[in-house]
């Protein structure tokens, strides 16, 4: 006897059908999920950064941003804006959008290990840095938020029910203030990869995101930092919606000695830079990610 259910999953849209058998649980093919294959993606990334290779060779410019409409990241074709940006007052979007002050944000809030009665399971590490603006001037007083998926790679969220096990201990959100030198810090879990449904055994490598606010709510911007020499940044089609190097680089935090704690937890530096040509990649605030 089988019990076919409809399943939400966030890595990639669409809906899952799950079987129960005795064996465990069977995923039928979905018929939202492309059927590419990972060597046919991966063919698509190369030809596309070989051909802004050559463009930049020969004078062409060089790109600091992602490319919305990138095919091998398939839902981008769907998803990005093909019409102008509507004109909107921004005075009056901030009379309906939520204030933030020191008052609102908690010292603890930025620790996302104590956040329940039992430590999380996982690798506890801690990521500090600097938000800098374009002529690398701290950017004080700013708030930061971030959210994550678990060790396992798996989101407290009802879309994700693909079959990695949810942490009682870990929700994978956090926010703090940066101080007077721009600094700021977060304890937490190393997260783990996750598969989304752009291609065919499509993983997302280990990553969190990060939201920052300016002095105005509409001033967000939102963007991902990743680990370094992970073996799947190669085969990840949002990684590689990026085509130049150097800035798909500066995504990727460093491991720094010097914050990790004896006996406690690995650290890690990453610095976010919100304008000029050494800015930090910012992503739509839609979509899957």
Do not use: C
């Amino acid at each position: 006897m089988t019990d076919s259910n409809p399943t939400p999953d966030t890595q990639g849209g669409g809906v899952q059908d799950v079987e129960e058998t005795q064996d465990g649980p069977q995923r039928s093919t979905d018929p939202l999920a492309t059927t590419a294959t990972q060597d046919e993606i991966t063919a698509e990334m190369q030809a596309l950064e070989q051909e802004y290779r050559d463009g930049v060779a020969a004078g062409g410019p060089v790109e600091e941003r992602t490319r919305i409409d990138y095919p091998p990241y398939r839902s981008s074709l769907l998803r990005h804006p093909t019409k102008s940006l509507a004109l909107a007052d921004p005075e009056t979007i901030e009379l309906h959008s939520p204030a933030f002050g020191h008052r609102d944000v908690s010292w603890v809030e930025s620790d996302l290990t104590i956040q329940h009665n039992g430590d999380p399971l996982g690798e506890r590490m801690v990521v500090t840095g600097r938000l800098l603006d374009g002529d690398g001037r701290p950017v004080p007083g700013q708030l930061i938020e971030v959210w994550q998926a678990n060790s396992a790679g798996r989101y407290v969220h009802k879309r994700d029910q693909h079959p990695a096990p949810l942490d009682p201990n870990f929700t994978g959100t956090g926010r703090t203030i940066t101080d007077e030198d721009g600094w700021y810090r977060f304890q937490t879990i190393k997260p783990g990869p996750y598969p989304w449904r752009n291609h065919s055994n499509a993983w997302r490598p280990a990553h969190i995101h990060f939201s920052v606010f300016g002095t105005a709510i509409t001033q967000r911007i939102v963007t991902q930092m990743y680990f370094p020499n992970d073996p799947l940044f190669a085969l990840d089609p949002i990684y590689q919606s990026i085509v130049d190097q150097d800035a798909r680089d500066r995504l990727v935090a460093s491991y720094d000695h010097s914050v990790t704690s004896p006996e406690w937890a690995l650290g890690y530096r990453w610095d976010i830079v919100l304008n000029g040509s050494k800015r930090t990649w910012t992503e739509p605030e839609e979509g899957d990610h």
